[in-house]
């Protein structure tokens, strides 16, 4: 059985596909046998990376002609790798069906292969949530960039929260203390998962074993790309201790990807950067990546976890889920400044430019306000 290895990203802009498909090629080299999974649905272009022409065989042809899904797995120029393209014309995760979630998850785990990496979406959609938790060594990309540091650590939270509630199944006494809290979100939000641990614990104490079993088990691996210098090394140290200290996470450190800008030339030219320049510090440093990811034994979910049988919960309407997510995002920011990840400064700094860039929306928005005014106008005299 191949191992599966999510890659995926709080946030975009951060270099998660950069470090998918090179991290692919770099292992192929090594003689592995690897399979590429362009899984960005509706913002796919893996395939410019690897310089590989997607053609008309794609996930979304897949999904739409019901084609086979061999006839997909097309062969690159790269020894060892092969790849499977999404398809922009899928405009959101949200029009994959049940049905369809699970009928993907099922036939890519029937791949023969040695690794299977899936680049997934950035956020936090319920789909890549369960995509990443194919695996309990998925990896999730960083920067130092105090947005990037937040949304990093906020994937990782919601990664534990879809596992708590995949494994307190519906009407079970822990399932109903869940939603209970949930009904007050600050008050779920103020509680640390160890702490709601313990409250699980005293309900529904079998189910709890279970989970605290699961938490052993699930050991995501953290990537820090753009880092200007070793201090910034500093930020995956704090993640890993906000994760143990506030989500009862154990996360391991994979490595570290300084800032370069062979990177956007190697783009250009449509080749992976271990091909374009392999000795280059950013290529040797996914080959450093790359020698511990062989390195590590694999892990594995226990035999009752299967992602095939996740729900799909949904909230009652669209603001309590904007509710939800902005509590939840709050409650992020609170555990990192409560664990030294996030200084007040930086904190202050991230306001100012959030602050900035709402204000530049807004003199946009007027601006085209104004235009369709007058073209309005126009059109009236016209």
């Known amino acids: 059985m191949s191992q599966i290895i999510p890659v995926a990203s709080g946030k975009g802009g951060v270099g998660k596909s950069l470090l998918s498909a090179n991290l692919a090629i770099a292992l192929g080299q090594q003689g592995k046998r690897v399979v590429l999974v362009d899984l960005d649905l509706g913002a796919s272009n893996l395939h410019l990376v690897i310089g590989q022409h997607p053609g008309a065989a794609s996930l979304g042809s897949w999904f739409t002609e019901k ?165 910034d090394a500093e930020k995956a140290t704090r993640i890993k201790n906000s994760c143990n200290q506030y989500l009862g996470l154990e996360i391991d450190f994979l490595g570290l990807m300084y800032r370069d800008m062979l990177q956007d030339k190697a783009l250009q030219s449509q080749l992976p950067v271990v091909v374009y320049k392999p000795n280059s510090v950013l290529g040797q440093a996914i080959y450093r990546i790359a020698d511990k990811v062989i390195e590590t034994p694999p892990r594995k979910f226990d035999s009752d976890f299967d992602p095939e049988s996740f729900s799909t919960d949904s909230f009652n309407n669209a603001e309590e889920e904007a509710n939800n997510d902005f509590d939840f995002k709050l409650s992020g920011i609170d555990d990192l400044v409560a664990g030294g990840s996030l200084t007040m400064g930086e904190l202050a700094e991230m306001v100012k430019t959030q602050h900035y860039e709402i204000t530049q929306l807004k003199k946009e928005n007027l601006l085209l306000k104004s235009k369709l005014v007058k073209a309005a106008q126009q059109g009236f005299q016209l």
């Open 67 to 231: 084609s086979q899904f061999k006839d997909i797995i097309q062969p690159t120029d790269y020894q060892n790798v092969s790849f499977i393209a999404g398809d922009s014309q899928i405009p959101d995760l949200t029009s994959l069906k049940y049905a369809q979630k699970i009928k993907l998850i099922k036939n890519l785990k029937n791949i023969d292969t040695d690794y299977l990496i899936l680049d997934l979406g950035a956020g936090t959609h319920q789909f890549i949530l369960d995509m990443f938790l194919l695996s309990p060594q998925g990896i999730v990309v960083s920067a130092p960039a105090v947005t990037a540091t937040l949304n990093g650590y906020l994937f990782l939270k919601n990664a534990v929260f879809r596992l708590l509630y995949t494994t307190y199944k519906r009407n079970t006494p822990g399932r109903e203390l869940l939603d209970n809290l949930k009904k007050n979100s600050q008050s779920m939000q103020k509680l640390y998962i160890p702490q709601l641990v313990q409250a699980l614990g005293q309900v529904d104490p079998s189910t709890t074993q279970l989970f605290i079993s699961r938490m052993q088990q699930f050991r995501p691996r953290l990537v820090m790309n753009m880092i200007e210098n070793p201090v």
